[in-house]
């Protein structure tokens, strides 16, 4: 059995935990005394401040990302019999808000450099009842706002952004959440700007919007005890809020560590290019703030992934694969109809791709040693 040189962990939370613990404390103290868990100051003072920093009016605090999207897209009108445009390879949460705001996903293919949403795919996936497209800016690069707006414009579509991987990302000039109608977020602990534990936001510059997901998120009431709608329980507790909100002015500064981090890899792997090692495409240069870094291993590689991956745990190195199994092939989702073949691009990468090491402060030491492994195993 091979010792471990070193040990990089896929993911280290503590990096950027352990300098604002004290302040992360009495955050949460404060809510304590105050004793306002449920919709309290600290979640509308987050909810402000995350809106401003992504350029949009509003933000409403729910439960997770995936309700982010589902009641999201109930408030900008989407309802029973309409179609969404989701690409096919991305998170199922995606999917799963689409399906609870009671409209059907469209699946689409991408495009195999980027992963990102093929929008000349997703014109031929058009039909008198599409209603929407849910861009989802995968693995913290966004998909492009200007051709974004011109498909829309052309389809007479609503743009619903799916950031939960794009906190603070840009690309010609817009901040991710801030191209179309709303956009969803998420929190969980490992996003670039994560809680103690799930939730989500709603963001928007639409006031109507704003108050629907507002009703919705709290029972379908606009004031207690006055149900307006039928809605459910999905609040962002204020005691992480109070967390989000301690760390929200320091994620610019992480997803620049992120930026620096991601650009050792593609110096540093490089010259593994034409021996089957390539990363996704960055189109977005610094506007990438890449939660997750992910390289494909082609068939032309030496070794595939599943050996790459099993070789590289022996030297110490975690690393993911987001996601191995693209939308329309799990299992629980045979009822959307469609079967393997329906989305080549999609497909071939979830065999190929491979994510690495990356979280802000990940050291120079651990980048090297991942890359010197990777190039004594490929060359």
């Not at 990356?358 to 991942?370: L, N, Q, R």
Request: glycine share 8%.
């Amino acid at each position: 059995m091979t010792v471990l040189s070193k040990t990089v962990p896929f993911v280290d939370l503590t990096i950027q935990h352990q300098p604002l613990q004290t302040a992360i404390e009495k955050a949460m103290e404060t809510v304590v005394k105050r004793g306002d868990f449920v919709l309290g100051q600290a979640l509308r003072e987050f909810e402000r401040e995350f809106a401003q920093a992504c350029g949009v009016n509003y933000g409403v605090g729910v439960a997770s990302g995936t309700d982010a999207i589902a009641l999201g897209l109930q408030a900008c009108g989407i309802n029973e019999g309409d179609e969404v445009i989701v690409p096919a390879n991305t998170f199922i949460a995606t999917v799963i808000g689409v399906i609870k705001s009671g409209a059907t996903p469209i699946l689409v293919d991408c495009d195999p450099e980027t992963a990102l949403i093929d929008l000349n795919a997703a014109a031929k996936a058009i039909t008198p009842q599409t209603k929407a497209i849910v861009p989802v800016h995968l693995y913290g690069q966004m998909v492009s706002p200007s051709q974004l707006l011109d498909f829309a414009q052309a389809y007479n579509l609503i743009i619903f952004e799916d950031a939960a991987q794009a906190h603070l990302a840009q690309r010609e000039g817009y901040t991710a959440g801030s191209i179309g109608k709303a956009a969803a977020f998420s929190f969980y602990p490992s996003k670039n700007l994560g809680a103690f534990g799930n939730g989500g936001m709603l963001i928007t510059s639409d006031e109507e919007v704003a108050q629907n997901v507002r009703t919705l998120r709290n029972y379908g009431a606009p004031s207690k005890y006055y149900h307006t709608q039928i809605g459910s329980n999905s609040r962002l507790d204020t005691l992480q809020a109070a967390i989000l909100q301690v760390k929200l002015p320091h994620l610019s500064q992480w997803n620049q560590l992120r930026n620096q981090a991601a650009k050792k890899y593609d110096q540093g792997l490089q010259l593994l290019a034409d021996k089957g090692i390539i990363p996704i495409q960055n189109v977005s240069d610094r506007g990438h703030v890449y939660h997750l870094y992910v390289i494909r291993v082609h068939d032309t590689c030496t070794l595939n992934r599943e050996k790459l991956q099993d070789y590289l745990l022996e030297r110490g190195i975690q690393t993911g694969i987001h996601y191995p199994i693209p939308c329309h092939l799990q299992p629980g989702y045979k009822e959307l109809g469609y079967q393997l073949g329906d989305f080549p691009h999609a497909e071939n990468l979830c065999n190929q791709i491979l994510s690495l090491p990356m979280y802000p402060g990940i050291s120079s030491e651990h980048t090297d040693w991942v890359i010197e492994q990777l190039s004594l195993r490929i060359s």
